[in-house]
């Protein structure tokens, strides 16, 4: 499985950076893929990053805001998220898709049980 870190309370303006790792496991061959899901609303995509190019996709709503990165040494998969406003609070998720190519929630093979991002003053 999968295991996301980083959450917490974070003011109007503010960044946090949230990370995804696979205990036990590698994520050399997975494209991975952030999601959130705010509260009353349903899960949707945040972005992703190939697997071998690390070629990064964004929705539309944090394009120019959230980064996403892997690190291979470290195993892991990163989501920089700046200027954050209170419409990004949310549970974020992270999944993998065994070699990737599509973004959408059935495409994804392992899901972490998500952090909380807050943002508030």
């Known amino acids: 499985q999968l295991v996301e870190s980083g959450g917490g309370l974070v003011q109007p303006g503010g960044s946090l950076t949230l990370s995804c790792a696979a205990p036990g496991w590698t994520l050399d061959y997975y494209a991975i893929a952030w999601f959130r899901q705010a509260p009353g609303k349903t899960r949707e995509f945040v972005g992703g990053i190939s697997l071998s190019l690390g070629i990064t996709n964004y929705a539309d709503s944090v394009k120019g805001r959230f980064t996403i990165f892997r690190d291979n040494a470290k195993n892991g998969v990163y989501l920089q998220m700046n200027s954050l406003q209170p419409e990004d609070t949310a549970v974020y998720y992270c999944?993998?898709?065994?070699?990737?190519?599509?973004?959408?929630?059935?495409?994804?093979?392992?899901w972490g049980k998500g952090t909380l991002v807050t943002v508030s003053s």
């Open positions: 999944a993998a898709a065994l070699y990737g190519g599509r973004w959408s929630e059935d495409d994804m093979d392992y």
